[in-house]
């Protein structure tokens, strides 16, 4: 049995896989909410309950290997992100699940390891492009935080390496984009990329375009102030919604061309995530496009590269499983 996750800053999605053979068969999964927990191993603790309380043959659940994709960065085994609550240390959940090894994994690392795994119906094309020839692909994915990750052909099979664009300097284009960052540094120490392309984006968006109109989910901290103004900006029930939702998506473009450009991932461009899925119809309106483009010298170059959104929201539980199957089947 294989235990895999996705590990969020929102949520876990935690699934136990049987073997068939080079493939995985789900057998049991979850979701669960990241900051109900004290900690990674009470959350696996709770999680493997309902797994065994659901299994007619509890015996069956015994796990041979393990691997999670987590939101952050991954060194040497140990996980660090502000977008998490706790830290993940692979050595000490291995002892706790009585494992040789955990694979701990970048989130963004398990989506791009899931994709050759994924069916056709698991996309939705933004640009069909044209592809370069075994050239570099890149993943990037707007939720809690913003994640990248490439994968790079090596004359035989892609490999996949991780990148942290995410925590890199928020580059302004536009009058109204430099007016942005000037308002986000009288809050922040600093303003990365991802303080604007993530979730918690849109409500500093909408607050800098009018902080005269406020929302219920503004005043309780357990609400979710990006689901309802990219409902209401999906909606068209509220202008200044409408507004922030172009202006995220926009500059979501415009960070998404950039990384095509530091990497040259002209082999396409996947969008994974779960703002992806939900403000969808917005990236498929052509805003997203034309910023991604730009108005560059290499608008044309950018212009062929392809781009998908990823829908299957389990691509990175995906992925992470077949990478903790790779370590059993080397041993």
Not at 91 to 109: G, P, W
Request: aromatic residues 8%; contains cysteine.
């Amino acid at each position: 049995m294989i235990l895999a996750g996705d590990v969020g800053g929102t949520k876990c999605n935690l699934g136990l896989f049987r073997q068939d053979g080079l493939a995985l068969r789900p057998a049991f999964q979850r979701r669960l909410a990241t900051r109900d927990y004290t900690g990674f191993e009470d959350l696996i603790e709770d999680f493997l309950k309902q797994a065994t309380a659901a299994d007619e043959k509890p015996s069956g659940l015994a796990i041979d290997a393990a691997g999670f994709g987590v939101a952050g960065a991954v060194v040497e085994g140990r996980h660090y992100s502000e977008n998490l609550p706790w830290v993940l240390d692979a050595s000490a959940l291995a002892r706790k699940l009585n494992l040789k090894d955990i694979q701990l994994l970048n989130d963004l690392i398990a989506t791009a390891l899931s994709l050759e795994r994924l069916s056709a119906n698991d996309f939705v094309t933004l640009n069909p492009g044209i592809p370069g020839h075994h050239a570099t692909r890149g993943v990037i994915a707007a939720g809690t935080g913003l994640g990248e990750a490439l994968l790079f052909w090596d004359g035989e099979k892609y490999h996949v390496a991780p990148a942290e664009g995410g925590q890199a300097d928020f580059a302004p284009r536009t009058e109204r984009e430099m007016q942005l960052l000037g308002h986000l540094r009288l809050q922040l120490p600093r303003v990365s990329c991802e303080e604007i392309v993530s979730g918690r984006g849109f409500r500093r968006v909408h607050e800098f375009l009018n902080p005269a109109v406020r929302h219920p989910s503004f005043e309780s901290p357990a609400s979710n102030a990006a689901s309802e103004i990219t409902q209401r900006g999906l909606v068209k029930s509220c202008a200044v919604c409408e507004e922030t939702l172009d202006f995220w998506t926009e500059t979501y473009g415009a960070v998404t061309g950039n990384f095509v450009l530091h990497t040259m991932a002209v082999g396409g461009v996947y969008l994974a995530g779960g703002i992806a899925t939900k403000i969808l119809s917005k990236l498929q309106d052509g805003t997203f496009f034309k910023a991604f483009c730009g108005a560059g010298k290499l608008a044309p170059v950018l212009a062929r590269v392809p781009i998908a959104v990823v829908v299957n929201d389990d691509a990175p539980m995906l992925g992470a499983a077949y990478q903790a199957l790779s370590s059993v089947l080397q041993t």
